[in-house]
């Protein structure tokens, strides 16, 4: 047992006691350290003006990612290594180049959004050798910026790529070896539980511990990626206790990939979800694309977001559409049910007291199976979303419809099968006759509510576009689906 959460940030090993469950990487470092390059704007993940990195060990090797502090719990940064814009300046003070390359490019005006930028370029830099212009696009998607516009930002990204850090000054490949080495002695530690007032939080040493934590705490509060549960305290100000990290057990960030599909634990971030999904299911990748900005999917997890249950949750409706299983576990054992049997109602799902979600299982669309799923939101990236809908359809050789699955989220109060739009479908032939005779299936499977994201009605009437435009596709119409997409 132990009672403090170790971590190094920049050079400097810390050792906290006195932490609470809800408080942020932000305000420890603003507040406490005076580490003020690290900025304030939204405190809810989205404009990453607080953009830090963090690096974990994975396989054994040390990788960094960008994340939002001001949503990062420091009861999640247990055995990493914490990395502030501070922590770029050379011996004698000069420029790392990352900076000095958005200097050059004129990349900065005000300067606010300045350091987050920074901190996005210097994780791509470190990841990929020579970017493309879409990877530093994908690199930027979590950072907003209001006077300077991003033409200027990417040219500086396009020339630092051209220094590596193996011939210039950088701090990370200097000191990684020794990083790695205490990062493991941190990692040796057991559970560590901290008392602070009433407030309390867990980091169990492995997925027992978890167990047995959650055998004794019923009403513990599991975070994971904390991209929604951040939102709780900065947003909601609401006060969670106990509190249980998990994001550093090894057993819930492994992915399996076998014939039939791929295993991925409940700890796998969206970022490393796309590296295993995007080759066999491009179409799951690019919607994972669509998640939030860089900084969100490298601490969002799949897990997480089936576990919170949300019906806007982007991975349930794809998930449910390819059939995909849910394991939970707990100290009685694993226990495993279809995805869309998880879904009760709005705030609740089939896990029983002490359980918690392990992994997922996502079937491989067969190569004659056609798969699509669709992301509406006000804005293209970066957004809530406000209808969700995917498609697994079967066509026989007579191309009459053998089955198929469709699920929508953003249309009841959980994620849902549009099962009677399906039954009107199945058995008939794959033609616009069939389809418009269909859509006014979904007045009977959905009634949908109002709220800023989208009307009431506007959303029943998109999902019956998007089961139109998916037929569209299908049949490739590109003339007619570019008449439906100016009439949507």
Known sequence: ???????????????????????????????????????????????????????????????????????????????????????????????????????????????????????????????????????????????????????????????????????????????RSEIVSRLWAMLASGTIRIANGEDRLIVPASMQALAEVLSQESDAIIVAGATDVGLWVTKQMRRLSPVVFINHLSELQSVREDEDGVTIGAGVSYTRAFEAISKKIPTLGRLIDRVGGEQVRNMGTIGGNIANGSPIGDSPPPLIALGATLTLRSLQGQRRMPLEDFFIAYGKQDRKPGEFVESVFVPYPAATNRFAAYKITKRRDEDITAVLGAFLLTLDAAEMITDIRIAFGGMAATPKRARIVEAALIGKPWTEATIEAARSAFDADYQPLTDWRATAEYRQLTAKNLLTRFYLETVGAPAELKRFEEVA
């Open 1 to 175: 047992m132990n009672d403090s959460i170790r971590f190094i940030l920049n050079g400097e090993d810390i050792a906290l006691t006195d932490v609470g469950p809800t408080e942020t990487l932000l305000d420890f470092l603003r507040l406490k350290r005076r580490l003020t390059g690290t900025k304030e704007g939204c405190a809810e993940g989205d404009c990453g003006a607080c953009t830090v990195l963090v690096g974990r060990l994975a396989d054994g090797k040390l990788a960094y990612e960008s994340v939002n502090a001001c949503i990062r719990f420091m009861g999640s940064l247990h055995a990493t290594h914490v990395v502030t814009v501070e922590h770029l300046a050379g011996r004698d003070g000069a420029l790392h180049p990352v900076q000095q390359a958005l200097v050059d490019c004129h990349g900065s005006q005000c300067g606010f959004c300045t350091p987050g930028f920074v901190m996005s370029l210097y994780g791509l830099w470190l990841a990929k050798e020579k970017p493309s212009r879409q990877e530093i696009e994908k690199a930027l998607q979590g950072n907003l910026c209001r006077c300077t516009g991003y033409e200027p930002i990417v040219k500086a990204a396009e020339q630092v790529s051209l220094m590596r850090p193996s011939t210039l000054f950088d701090p990370l490949e200097r000191t």
